[in-house]
């Protein structure tokens, strides 16, 4: 029997699917596993705990059990440098690269990237002929708004309606989750517009989907308003951290927007692009799970 903890209570958005998925993973695999067993984990303190979430799920542990912690933990590390000398932290997963980057300015050795899968049977390519949205605007700007509306936004309607094209815009935080997977069945392709992604979970579902992107990518300084840029500067940091040409057309900013633009929809338009394939390849729920007991067997042994 796998013998690990995983994240207790419901939290809305990104940390819940990651610990939904990785579950659904591990059962489509097969493995057994002990979720959320607090009393299990007190009668036998040595074993490998698992904690998926809230740094508050360190505080149910007994003190010297050893963990595999994360991903969806602390925004950055700042928040508790000396964790490594309070707990014995076998190893700090996080999503993607540039996080792992990040994190390991402060806690170095001790930092991996582990992104969770995508539900591919959910998320997958609608046969509809009739696909009446050519473009779905998902919209994950927060900051700087009102300059990004009228530098990027605003520019790209104006093409689409130059064009002809239809389309929706949809809006982070002010919709659900089935709302996307709708629009999935109906889109042929979607702009992505965010600051930076540790793992960007809504444009993998859409890629699973066969939908290409045409991604805002403009790198630079990690924006999170709590801790830059006064606390922490960091850089580069990326909102497809997971990418490749088959995926669509990734564009920085304003001035080469509408170039970029031009060669995404031509690709759109002949059929270039091949964005579930590089889902298929390494991120479904059965591949990342596997990845994760990777980490299990790696990290889990006696120390």
Known sequence: MARWMLRGPKQPGGTMLVYLNLRAGLDRLGVRYRANDYRHIHAHPDELACVI???????????????????????????????????????????????????????????????????????????????????????????????????????????????????????YGFYREEQLLKLSRRTRSMVYLSHHETQGLAAQQMLASGIPLFAWDAGGLWKDPTFAPGVVRFAPVSSVPYWDERCGVKFKNGGDLLPAFDKFWFGVEAGLFAPREMIMEDFTLEQRAKAYLALVDEYGGAS
């Open 53 to 171: 979430g809230q740094p508050a799920v360190l505080d149910k542990l007994p003190q010297r059990t050893p963990i595999l912690f994360g991903t969806a933990i602390y925004n950055h590390p700042i928040d508790n440098p000396d964790l490594p000398k309070q707990r014995p932290v076998r190893r700090v997963l996080v999503p993607c690269a540039w996080t792992a980057s990040m994190f390991s300015t402060v806690w170095p050795g001790l930092v991996s990237s582990w992104p969770v899968g995508v539900d591919t049977h959910r998320w997958s390519p609608s046969m509809r002929a009739n696909k009446n949205v050519d473009v779905l605007i998902y919209d994950k700007i927060r900051r700087h708004r009102d300059r990004y509306l009228r530098t990027i936004v605003e520019p790209l309607i104006a093409e689409l309606k130059r064009r002809n094209l239809s389309f929706h815009v949809l809006r």
